[in-house]
């Protein structure tokens, strides 16, 4: 009971300090028939509920990186007209800057971390190298570009060398979901760059990961051959995506 109570009052003296550093418009939370406060040029603006863990999370990251913003409250179960039109679903977080609204607090916090990089809190990943390698030879950034790459693929490999059979363990959970779609197309990588191909010793864990991915019916059902994406993307980069390729033509 004592490290309880110790707890509640470090909590409350540190909320109590930054209390007066909140950059809020009004703490009282907004409800329906209010209008919405008129945003400033070039000021984020963060609709927040106080109490919502999901909205923290995204104020944790705006406080982290020191971005200056405007929060408006608002009463969840009896939202003004106007919030419906920063985002459909009536849920908070939400983001809006010079006309870009953001929501749901993953996207906003990558949002966040886009345009605001230093300092970064999203690890590099293959998500985003497999859009930076084919502009890299554009920008003079090739090489450190495919040694980003590679130290990404390894970070892979350590943590399947940990975890077991997926990200999951001994069975796949949404990570391993969540990153399959890249390694499907990474003979688009290899042909654009190379250099990324790598050998089964040399990544021993992730290359077993890929082949148990492969054999996993939901991963069959929704695959394509690697020389489709190869097709696509050669297709979208020159700026004719075909997205029907592969279909039997049609005559509409």
């Known amino acids: 009971m004592r490290n309880i109570n110790y ?4 909590v409350s003296r540190q909320c109590s300090s930054f209390n007066s550093e909140i950059r809020d418009m009004s703490e009282t939370a907004l409800k329906k028939g209010s209008v919405c406060p008129p945003l400033k040029p070039g000021v984020m603006r963060f609709y927040n509920m106080r109490f919502c863990p999901f909205a923290q999370r995204t104020r944790l990251v705006l406080e982290y990186k020191k971005i ?5 409250n608002v009463k969840l179960n009896n939202k003004p007209d106007w919030f419906w039109k920063k985002n459909p679903n009536g849920l908070v977080p939400i983001l809006e800057k010079d006309g870009m609204i953001v929501y749901e607090s993953r996207v906003c916090n990558e949002y966040l971390d886009e345009i605001y990089p230093n300092p970064r809190i999203i690890p590099t990943d293959i998500t985003g190298m497999f859009y930076e390698l084919p502009k890299a030879r554009a920008n003079g950034t090739y090489d450190r570009t495919v040694k980003i790459f590679k130290k990404v693929l390894a970070r892979y490999d350590r943590e399947l060398s940990e975890r077991g059979d997926y990200f999951g363990g001994s069975a796949p959970n949404n990570v391993d979901f969540m990153l399959w779609p890249w ?17 089964r010793e040399d990544m021993p864990h992730l290359s077993a990961w890929i082949d148990r991915m492969v054999q996993l019916p939901c991963v069959k059902a929704t ?9 696509f993307f ?6 004719n995506p075909d997205y029907d390729y592969g279909l039997p033509v049609s005559n509409l």
């Open 234 to 239: 050669s297709s979208l980069w020159a700026g």
């Open 7 to 10: 707890f509640k009052h470090l």
């Open 183 to 199: 390694f499907e197309r990474m003979e688009v990588i290899r042909v654009t760059a190379p250099e990324t191909h790598f050998q």
């Open 68 to 72: 200056p913003y405007d929060m408006v």
């Open 223 to 231: 695959m394509f051959d690697p020389s489709y994406h190869v097709h």
